[in-house]
């Protein structure tokens, strides 16, 4: 997933800054996809007929790494660290 504040002028290159989450996804099911759909839907209401598609899956993002680039050339990594399960997955919350 990448996010970032430019805002397509030049002064981009010096500062501008750009996030980059890497990590496992998932798609949510049951409570947890009730629980996030409500609150997608909370700052999100016009959307309520796309995110009832039947084609439309809600996923979740477990990040393991952030790159945050600024100055255009400046790379600084943050490694998260996750709980380790037995059998693999992710942790219920």
Known sequence: ???????????DFHQAIAVTATGKVKETVGSEKDRLTKLYLSKHPHLIDFVSSP???????EVETYYIVSQFQNVTEFHMKLPTLKGGGFPER
């Open 55 to 61: 084609t439309c899956a809600l996923v979740t993002l």
């Open 1 to 11: 997933m990448v996010m970032d504040n430019r805002s397509n002028e030049e002064s």
